[in-house]
């Protein structure tokens, strides 16, 4: 953050902190989606004794919805990085704080150390970019897989109209499912930390090795087997295959889209892995559980090293799709979700009915959810997506009826102003002055 306002910031950085801060101080009301999941979670937020505190009563229960929750500990760390900036969150008392936390578990302690904070260090990546509906869409490429895949589901069903056979079609469901399991072999297969590996960026978005793969598409059923392509490296270099892994991959991220007055536009995902990540408390912030986003299995069954295995001053690879369209190198879309590895359907999805079936941006983000990650077909429960089940499974498709909670927030800007959207699945809002 420190960084990014180095770069484009206008405003004074410690005026920055001031609606957080009070908001802290102030409160806020529980949700009733913030207070079931602090109830779900029961025990395991009591592992810690200041997370406890946090989330509930004196008598041990669970805050209510419409409970007012205050956080003075969050406002002064606030108040520090305002008066500091951000060394004070990487060194000093709030970094022992951290440490300690982590090396003091009583039941899972950490190897974490000052070291490791203070020699973070921000790396900017280059967007990856791809042509779709006229228009061009970019997103977050690697450590990252969630542009790459949004972008090759894209790529791969552009030469079968969309457009013409559109939402209720089977046939576009089949064509975007198995895009998307074309895009997931790939993800695991080729993609990690950049720079700890060999990532074959521009090879996975060649317009040849993605008309290759789209022929994949052509056959009137669901896909019988999925492997992953062979794509070229940058550098022509021969590398070794690397082995599939497995990646839990937990959803609890956060997205919020931007446009200010000057016209500059935002597309942000932030995440703390798990609903309540660590579920471990600092100075009135939640420690995160990021390391869930590496592969838990060093090699495959072959015994080849898995390109997202741990490794030390690594970064795990996420599915996070911050994404902006543009139009005559003009932005008239951002868009993006929370929700794990779904994230890449979830924003496939609304780029397509937004774009390719013409839906507004509240119509794209609402619509029931239908999304394939390599394994069965899932529908979301409730839905009248569930009215595809039978059809998908009949032309080769498992079929998996479940609950899809994503977070998309979106924000069209047409000729005629700005249209904003917010996921009614979750307690995001579109606002607008």
């Avoid at 940058?234 to 609890?252: F, K």
């Avoid at 997202?308 to 543009?326: D, F």
Wanted: hydrophobic share 40%; with cysteine; proline share 8%.
């Amino acid at each position: 953050m420190e960084e990014a306002h180095r770069r484009h910031g206008r405003l004074p950085w410690a005026d920055l902190f001031a609606p957080a801060i009070r908001l802290a101080e102030g409160g806020f009301r529980v949700s009733q989606r913030l207070a079931e999941l602090i109830a779900g979670e029961g025990e395991r937020l009591k592992h810690d004794p200041v997370t406890a505190a946090y989330f509930f009563n004196a008598d041990g229960k669970a805050l209510a919805a419409g409970s007012l929750l205050r956080n003075q500990a969050y406002a002064d760390t606030l108040r520090r990085i305002a008066a500091e900036g951000a060394d004070a969150f990487y060194g000093g008392e709030i970094a022992a704080d951290i440490v300690a936390k982590v090396r003091n578990d009583p039941t899972n302690p950490g190897l974490l150390d000052l070291g490791d904070l203070e020699h973070y260090a921000v790396m900017p990546r280059p967007p990856v970019c791809g042509p779709f509906a006229g228009a061009e869409v970019c997103s977050m490429g690697p450590p990252s897989s969630g542009g790459i895949g949004v972008l090759q589901i894209l790529s791969l069903v552009e030469p079968y109209g969309l457009d013409r056979l559109g939402p209720q079609s089977i046939e576009a469901w089949r064509l975007i499912g198995d895009a998307s399991r074309l895009a997931f072999a790939d993800r695991e297969r080729w993609l990690s930390d950049p720079d700890k590996a060999n990532i074959p960026v521009r090879g996975l978005l060649a317009p040849g090795y993605l008309a290759l793969r789209a022929k994949l598409l052509s056959g009137p059923k669901a896909l019988d087997k999925v492997t992953p392509g062979t794509p070229a490296f940058d550098n022509g270099a021969l590398v070794p295959t690397p082995g599939a892994g497995h990646t839990p991959e937990l959803p609890s991220t956060t997205q919020v889209v931007i446009r200010d007055r000057e016209g500059d536009v935002i597309s942000y995902t932030g995440t703390i892995e798990n609903a309540f990540g660590a579920r471990l408390m600092v100075r009135g912030f939640l420690l995160n559980n990021e390391l869930t986003d590496f592969s838990f299995t060093a090699t495959d069954d072959q015994g080849r090293a898995v390109a997202n295995r741990v490794e030390g001053g690594k970064r795990p690879r996420s599915s996070m799709a911050p994404t902006i369209v543009l139009r005559n190198d003009q932005p008239i879309l951002a868009l993006g979700s929370p929700g794990g590895s779904r994230i890449i359907g979830f924003v496939a999805q609304s780029l397509i009915a937004h774009l390719a079936w013409d839906l507004d941006v509240q119509q794209a983000v609402s619509m029931p959810h239908m999304l394939n990650r390599f394994g069965p077909y899932e529908l979301e429960a409730g839905t009248p997506a569930e009215r595809f089940g039978p059809g998908l499974a009949e032309i080769g498709y498992k079929v998996q009826i479940q609950d899809l909670n994503s977070g998309l927030a979106a924000l069209a800007i047409t000729p005629g102003g700005l249209q904003g959207a917010a996921d009614p699945r979750r307690e995001g809002v579109a606002i607008g002055e």
